[in-house]
């Protein structure tokens, strides 16, 4: 039997301090957070991380972090959305990446800025067991569907739903490949538990929600606070779990397999980013 950490994690694309911060004798650097970053993972010690929001410079940070940490950790490139785990317990079978249209037909506009939407995945092999699963972070389209909102874009749900579908499209081909081994698919879905992404996934391409199918804890908090450009976050936003946008979706476990999905809230975290990461806790 695998015990396994499995984590996701949106570490907000920002690299230079910022001057709402500076003007506080503050640092939201990516030199400073990638540091912050780096002692979530030596606290936690996930086994496999899907990141989101990590760009080309965090990525080089985090890892050299994370190497003079001397922490086991290798890193699958995935544009924005890498994967990052411990190769010291785990052997990589495959992988596929795929980077969402920013075209959609029927839908005005663009739906990927930056090119920062995609699915990355990755078919691990437990190297004490054997034991096999598929892991995949996304990250989707992340405007409001709401026309009251500020960040209103018409076609924001139908964009995310578009975007899920080829997601799941794509972790089911390579899953019969390895003989429908266990599936996590993680990420900042910018979608609540009632949307229409989230429902597909759970409705109709048979994923559960690793809340739901936690044995032992289960987190009821959304796990997002105000960090950003203006300054750091005051406080985790007071909010129930369906509300939360982080998400981790489970397909073919084991009955019992999900033991604990928990949110990694802490004072700290609140100067590294606006989403916290959410993990769950298995035994395959």
Not at 202 to 215: I, L
């Amino acid at each position: 039997m695998s015990k396994l950490r499995l984590m996701s994690q949106n570490q907000w694309n920002n690299t230079p301090n910022r001057p709402s911060w500076e003007a506080r004798g503050l640092d939201c650097s990516a030199e400073v957070r990638m540091k912050g970053h780096a002692e979530v993972f030596a606290e936690l010690l996930p086994d496999v991380v899907g990141g989101q929001e990590v760009n080309k410079e965090m990525q080089q940070l985090l890892m050299l972090a994370l190497t003079e940490k001397r922490l086991p950790y290798t890193m699958l490139w995935g544009n924005f959305t890498p994967i990052f785990y411990r190769a010291d317990q785990l052997e990589l079978l495959d992988t596929a990446y795929l980077l969402y249209p920013k075209q959609i037909e029927g839908l005005e506009g663009g739906f990927n800025d930056v090119k920062s939407k995609s699915c990355n995945l990755g078919v691990f092999r437990a190297k004490a067991d054997g034991t096999v699963f598929l892991f995949a972070t996304t990250h989707l389209w992340w405007r409001s569907s709401n026309p009251e909102s500020k960040h209103y874009q018409a076609g924001s749900d139908e964009a995310r739903l578009y975007q899920i579908r080829l997601a799941t499209e794509m972790i089911a081909n390579y899953q019969a490949k390895y003989g429908n081994c266990p599936v996590f698919l993680v990420g900042d879905m910018n979608a609540n538990l009632h949307s229409p992404a989230l429902q597909y996934a759970m409705n109709q391409a048979g994923y559960t929600h690793a809340h739901d199918a936690a044995v032992e804890y289960a987190s009821e908090n959304r796990g997002y606070n105000s960090c950003g450009p203006n300054g750091p976050g005051d406080a985790w936003q007071d909010r129930p779990y369906p509300m939360a946008i982080d998400h981790i979706l489970c397909k073919d476990l084991p009955n019992g397999a999900v033991r604990r999905f928990d949110r990694y809230m802490t004072e700290d975290y609140l100067y590294l980013s606006d989403h916290a990461p959410v993990y769950v806790d298995v035994e395959l």
